[in-house]
């Protein structure tokens, strides 16, 4: 039984991207210099985003940004999702998840839509192995609630008339639809006007 050192999930993060550096090398790809945390991504936490690359524009110090979702705690999943923004490294951020990010990524081993692109069996089985060696990543899951998207017809008022439209705040609804400013005649409630 291997015993690994107490790291902190920073630690655990930059060792992994040296562990990961060998199969990009054997795929023509040199992995530059990147700092990688764990945090969250600053596009829409609760839609369940698990990783983000920032280029190295984005950087005072020109070198790439990595953050690994704290709702993560598997390590393959962590490495999984560590070569997906490590293929955006590599492409300085440039092409997002175009042709080019998908050329790399497809042959790096990965496969699923590129937005998503995650480890084929091959690449898992290479995963599942640095992932022994690595030892358990040092973290413990943050369980995010996910945002419940609300999809009813947001309520608005129409006029029967000339057809103006206006959203009624949730706050007013109780007062019911207004009169039209033009032609002075109660508008028509559209879309859902209950008052939860």
Not at 32 to 57: E, L, M, N, Y
Not at 58 to 64: F, K, L, P, T
Not at 158 to 170: E, Y
Request: positive net charge; contains cysteine; charged residues 25%.
């Amino acid at each position: 039984m291997t015993t690994h050192p107490t790291v902190t999930r920073e630690q655990w993060l930059q060792q992994a991207i040296l562990t990961l550096t060998p199969l990009f090398h054997t795929k023509g790809y040199t992995l530059p210099k990147c700092h990688v945390s764990c945090g969250f991504a600053s596009t829409d936490v609760k839609r369940g985003h698990i990783g983000q690359c920032w280029g190295s524009k984005a950087s005072a110090d020109q070198i790439n940004q990595i953050f690994i979702s704290p709702a993560l705690s598997d390590s393959v999943e962590v490495l999984d999702t560590l070569m997906h923004e490590l293929v955006h490294a590599v492409d300085d951020c440039r092409n997002k998840h175009g042709p080019e990010f998908k050329k790399m990524a497809l042959k790096l081993g990965m496969r699923g839509p590129m937005r998503n692109a995650e480890a084929g069996p091959e690449l898992k089985i290479k995963l599942k192995e640095l992932a022994i060696t690595l030892g358990p990543y040092p973290h413990a899951k943050l369980y995010v609630p996910k945002k419940v998207i609300d999809r009813r017809p947001r309520a608005r008022a129409k006029c029967s008339v000339c057809g103006f439209t206006v959203p009624m705040l949730k706050a007013f609804i109780h007062f019911g639809p207004p009169i039209c400013p033009k032609d002075k005649i109660d508008m028509a409630a559209i879309g859902d006007w209950g008052e939860s």
